[in-house]
Every structure is written in C-alpha cells, then in structure tokens.
T-cell receptor, first 114, second 113 residues
Framework: AQSVTQLDSQVPVFEEAPVELRCNYSSSVSVYLFWYVQYPNQGLQLLLKYLSGSTLVESINGFEAEFNKSQTSFHLRKPSVHISDTAEYFCAVSEWNQGGKLIFGQGTELSVKP | DTGVSQDPRHKITKRGQNVTFRCDPISEHNRLYWYRQTLGQGPEFLTYFQNEAQLEKSRLLSDRFSAERPKGSFSTLEIQRTEQGDSAMYLC???????????FGSGTRLTVV
C-alpha cells in the first residue's frame, strides 16, 4: 500500500536562508507526486506537482522539487525563504490507477524567522 | 467560479447527535473527495465520487458515516451518533482528474462535546 513520510515535523529557518523539506513515499506502481501548502487560517493549496518527464519541477514562488525514483523521494527546496513562506507543507502521492485519490504525509511546519 | 465551498465553517454538537456537512465543488469538476484532518496530521482520505457514483470508501470510515452526491453536483457528508473522536476538520476537494491536483475548500471544523 502506498504511504508518505515527511521526515521533519518542524523546520525553523532564518529569512533568506535555504530550506529543504524532505518527503519519501512507498508504492509498487507508478505515481504522481504533489506538494500542497497551508498558510495560517487558510485552506490547502497546490504548490507543485510531478506527473512525468523532467524530474525537476518548479512553482511560481521559487520552490522546486525533484523526483528521485531510485530513492523514492520528492524533496521540496527553496534557495532563499521569506517570512511569507511560513506555513504547513504537505507532500502527497497518487497511484496512477487509483482514481486520483491522494495519500498525504503528516506535514512539515516551516517557520521563517527574521 | 468561486472555488470549492463548504458549509458550515464550524459545527459544535453534543455527543450522540447527527450532523451533516455540505460541499459545493467547482462546477466543471467531475471528481469530489472528502478528507478528514486532525491537529498535527495530514489529511486522511474518507471517500470519493466520480460524478454521482461513490467509487471508493476508506476502511477507516465507520458505518456511522455516509456521503452522497446526488446528480453529480454538491455532496453531503453525514455523521450519525457523533463521538468525541469525530472531532476534526472535514475537507472537501474537487478535481478534473489526477493530473490536475485538487482544489480544496476551507473545511468544516467539527467539535463534539
């Protein structure tokens, strides 16, 4: 059965520092991978996704994630974070034959300090 | 389109009472999903519909939970004989399909006292 593990529950960083939020998944079939973000008191929003093709995908606000099939990972990175990036980040996986059902990780709370 | 709407935003109920939540998806989306989220956890899959057909229901969903999507439009999630363990945020999402990701509503926060 598919599962998602986010290795860090909390990541505190200073503004303008780089950050990596780690995500590993397990599945026996081809998968699609997603990162969602939940800002304080807001709903979940799609940040970026990997479906196929280039293993490096980018969001419009400077985040990127790289699909590594051999390591079954989909880590999220940003070279320089802003205070406004403070949020909960969720990694999610969908198996290609599961009707779009997403399985989410436990979440990583990113806290950016001035 | 104003996105996915959920009603009510908050619900406080006494243990043993029945509650019903409503979700209005994005009108063009044929798939609708219900999730539950508790503090410090990621969203947990409950059930999903393609048009009006309920295609999958989580084994975590007891018989006290039922969901409908009449005519493939809005959906309702009913919880009968609520228990304190049902306290959570109930999330609805809709989608064109897997490749598009979900659009989530803001959720209904249920507190059972």
């Amino acid at each position: 059965a598919q599962s998602v593990t986010q290795l860090d529950s909390q990541v505190p960083v200073f503004e303008e520092a780089p950050v990596e939020l780690r995500c590993n998944y397990s599945s026996s079939v081809s998968v699609y991978l997603f990162w969602y973000v939940q800002y304080p008191n807001q709903g979940l929003q799609l940040l970026l996704k990997y479906l196929s093709g280039s293993t490096l995908v980018e969001s419009i606000n400077g985040f990127e994630a790289e699909f590594n099939k051999s390591q079954t990972s989909f880590h999220l990175r940003k070279p320089s974070v802003h205070i406004s990036d403070t949020a909960e980040y969720f990694c999610a996986v969908s198996e290609w034959n599961q009707g779009g059902k997403l399985i989410f990780g436990q979440g990583t709370e990113l806290s950016v300090k001035p | 389109d104003t996105g996915v709407s959920q009603d009510p935003r908050h619900k406080i109920t006494k243990r043993g009472q029945n509650v019903t939540f409503r979700c209005d998806p994005i009108s063009e989306h044929n798939r609708l999903y219900w999730y539950r989220q508790t503090l410090g956890q990621g969203p947990e899959f409950l059930t999903y519909f393609q048009n009006e057909a309920q295609l999958e229901k989580s084994r975590l969903l007891s018989d006290r939970f039922s969901a409908e999507r009449p005519k493939g439009s809005f959906s309702t999630l009913e919880i009968q004989r609520t228990e304190q363990g049902d306290s959570a945020m109930y999330l609805c999402a809709s989608s064109f399909g897997t490749a598009y990701g979900y659009t989530f509503g803001s959720g209904t926060r249920l507190t059972v006292v």
